[in-house]
């Protein structure tokens, strides 16, 4: 071969690379479509809570969505598949793919026509007892042990096609010790007892739950749970709880079934409106929907401070259980509508500024982590990881409101409404709902009237693209005969921004509102007023219709991001975040005080002190105020730790002297006053548990506290 001849060769299988890996780029992007989907499920598990793990047996219809003779499925990595056999019996040869073992392929013995059946058993156990190859990185969604157990569908317990997509019927049989209770998706028979496989085993139960709607069936609590049944608003409700928190039942009841009602009337009717509320233990995710089916953790169960969580639980049986998205990169229609319903149920039922509050949360949330991916690539994301919920949850509600905004509170309820009627039972894109609200809003258009608004080009801007917009106004006022005329320019960093946004300008008489065009990174305005704009009275976006980034908002988005890492245990980066945050805002209370928590629980008290000292040398934001007596108290015990009882006495006096109970901070000092704090007290925020509560909760973590919203002293204390 001649020199030019190996050049060309050398360039030909250089192209021929490169093309490939587009190729693979391409699919890893956009998924293939499954050859095949489970259409029906019988499961039968047996949970051995002495060895942490489970031992199944799961037989599944396949439905062929194309010619193939290979079915692949998703699998928990830490479950050995002993054996899989056809519908003849005979065994059949598979595998885990060597890149990603969740995915198990099995080879069938010939192709099978699109549309036709084959069904599969598939025998296999192994240990559930950790997070340790989660298919939720870092999360445990699936544990065995002695007295609490979980089996969470993300976990991928039993063979699944196309998560979280696909949808089926199924049985599921649990064979558990007769000392536990098992609540879940489906309707339950009642418990049979089982025979022992051994004298040292003691007696079992079977529970059985038969899921005869295609739905995402088979999440299970299993432990010490009570049943209550109640009702409220004429629907049933399941409440499943240890008997010691079960005196809340009829609370936890009346605030579903409100909450049903609610979205019941503005989106359409569930097709079974009976709903389970269950208790999960600590250690794993604080929340999940099933459904039918709401979870709530031991940490934040509590019907009153757990009430938003709640409606987005609810929410999720129209947006997640009724409507699935087609895929892992549609899931803005289901988390993000899910999560903006909080503040649809919050204005409605407890008032506007309800809705505000809701509405300022998602936006500071929005910032945590606006630059990881662009709304509709949310695939590129780790479910229940902050970064999804910063993208997916808390921006992806942010669209919701601005749509709104755009079309109007009618308009944007009856898209709502007409979506859930046009999708539920089935999957949808995020194109559906995009040409739904698109072809809505053009048909509400007048002849002769104002033109509808882009939405077009609102949806290519926000669900494709990161960045947020921050606005600084320049403007010079200028007297008329008529009053005054405000001349000036909007500025910010978008260049692809295009969006109508209010002005306001409170004036010496009647404040005076108008709509501009902001295109771009300058847009010029004019304004003409009747009375005097007052100094610093011109304000952009007054009733926050639109998504942006200020000052504020950016310190208390660094605060949040402390504080995910804080109650993982992460505090040194936790202590990085609250300082960027006091570098946007100096002398933020609320940043001294985590930063103070943050130390205290690294055991450097010296530091811990001198950002309480901080905290307290401020004037806190209104919704802050109660970092004051929780900085007192927090030095009260570091006093305690080094010996100085006088000084710890002294701030302890001072706690009780500002008068606020917030968090149950006054018991918590006359608690202190009467005893010092030690090294591996209990948590002086939780809410003290009596004996009855130590039996029935054994496992769940009882002494760590709710997680932090910015507005409770929530101490940060890392998960179980």
């Keep these: 071969m001649t020199h030019c001849q190996r050049r060309w060769a050398h360039l030909a299988a250089a192209v021929l690379f490169l093309c490939i890996a587009r190729g693979l780029t391409a699919n890893a992007q956009t998924p293939r479509a499954p050859s095949f989907l489970a259409d029906k499920y019988e499961v039968s598990v047996y949970l051995d809570t002495v060895a942490q793990g489970i031992n199944a047996i799961a037989k599944v219809e396949f439905r062929a969505q194309e010619v193939s003779s290979n079915v692949v499925v998703e699998l928990h990595e830490n479950l050995e598949v002993k054996e899989v056999k056809g519908p003849d019996g005979k065994t059949l040869s598979f595998q885990r793919q ?65 998560y979280p997509s696909n949808r089926y019927t199924a049985t599921f049989k649990l064979n558990v010790p007769e000392n536990v209770a098992v609540a879940g ?55 499943y709880a240890p008997p010691a928190q079960s005196g809340k039942a009829q609370e ?9 009602t609610i979205f019941s009337d503005m989106f359409g009717e569930l097709p079974d409106p009976d709903i389970s509320v269950i208790q999960l233990p600590d250690g794993t995710l604080r929340d999940f929907a099933g459904p039918g089916v709401v979870m709530l953790s031991h940490r934040v169960w509590d ?32 988390d993000g509508l899910a999560r903006y319903s909080e503040e649809l149920y919050a204005e409605q039922a407890i008032g506007k500024e309800a809705g505000l509050r809701a509405i300022d949360e998602f936006a500071v949330g929005a910032l945590m982590f606006d630059e990881s991916a662009p709304v509709a690539q949310s695939a590129r994301l780790v479910p229940y990881s902050g970064e999804y919920r910063s993208v997916v949850m808390n921006k992806g509600a942010m669209l919701f409101h601005m749509l709104r905004a755009q079309m109007g509170d009618a308009a944007f309820k009856a898209t709502l409404r007409q979506f859930y009627a046009k999708y539920r039972g089935k999957t949808a894109t995020i194109a559906d709902f995009e040409n739904l609200a698109i072809s809505a809003e053009s048909a509400n258009a007048k002849p002769g009237g104002d033109p509808p608004p882009n939405l077009q080009g609102f949806f290519a801007q926000w669900l494709n693209s990161t960045g947020i917009p921050e606005f600084t106004l320049e403007y010079v006022v200028y007297r008329t005969r008529k009053g005054f005329r405000i001349i000036g ?16 300008i409170d004036t010496e008489g009647n404040p005076e509102t108008k709509m501009i065009d902001v295109t771009g990174t300058e847009s010029d305005f004019l304004v003409e007023t009747f009375g005097r704009p007052k100094p610093g009275g011109i304000h952009i976006d007054p009733n926050n219709t639109v998504l942006k980034s200020t000052p504020t908002l950016r310190a208390r988005a660094a605060i949040a991001r402390g504080e995910e890492l804080a109650e993982i245990g992460k505090y040194y980066d936790a202590v990085q975040q609250y300082q960027r945050a006091l570098s946007i805002q100096p002398n933020r209370s609320l940043a001294n005080f985590r930063m103070g928590e943050a130390f205290f629980y690294q055991k450097n008290y010296q530091a811990s002190a001198n950002a309480f000292r901080e905290a307290l040398a401020t004037v806190p934001e209104p919704s802050e105020k109660w970092t004051e007596v929780w900085s007192h108290i927090y030095l009260g015990k570091i006093f305690d730790l080094l010996g100085q009882r006088e000084r710890a006495l002294n701030e302890y006096n001072k706690a009780r002297q500002t008068n606020d109970n917030t968090g149950g901070a006054q018991d918590t000092v006359e608690a202190l006053i009467k005893k010092p704090y030690t090294e591996g007290s209990l948590n002086a925020a939780a809410t003290p548990t009596t004996s009855a509560d130590s039996n029935s909760n054994k496992g769940q973590s009882n002494d760590l506290p709710p997680p932090s919203t910015g507005d409770k002293p929530t101490l940060k204390r890392p998960n179980p």
Excluded at 100 to 119: C, D, F, K, R, S
Excluded at 130 to 135: G, I, L
Excluded at 313 to 331: K, R, T
Excluded at 496 to 503: C, G, R
């Design 98 to 162: 060597a890149d990603n073992p969740l995915y198990l392929m099995v080879n069938l013995p010939t192709p099978v026509a699109a549309g036709q059946a084959v069904t599969l058993t598939f025998t296999y156990g192994g240990l559930l007892a950790n997070e340790e190859n989660s298919p939720v990185p870092n999360t445990r969604v699936a544990s065995v042990n002695k007295d609490w157990s979980y089996l969470l569908l993300p976990a991928r317990w039993f063979p699944l096609t196309n």
């Design 185 to 239: 998706t489906g309707k339950a028979e009642a418990p049979q007892p089982m025979a022992a496989r051994s004298p040292a085993e003691g007696n079992r139960l079977m529970y059985v739950f038969h899921c005869d709607r295609a739905e995402p069936n088979g999440s299970f609590v299993i432990g010490a749970l009570q049943l209550n049944p109640k009702q409220a608003e004429g629907i049933n409700v399941a409440v």
């Design 252 to 260: 936890f009841a009346n605030a579903v079934a409100h909450q049903e």
């Design 303 to 334: 019907p009153r401070t757990s009430d938003r969580t709640l409606a987005r639980l609810v929410a999720e049986q129209w947006w997640g259980n009724q409507i699935l998205p087609a895929s892992s990169g549609d899931v803005w229609i289901s």
């Design 489 to 504: 320019k909007v500025k910010q960093p978008i260049d692809t921004f295009s969006m109508p946004v209010q002005l306001r």
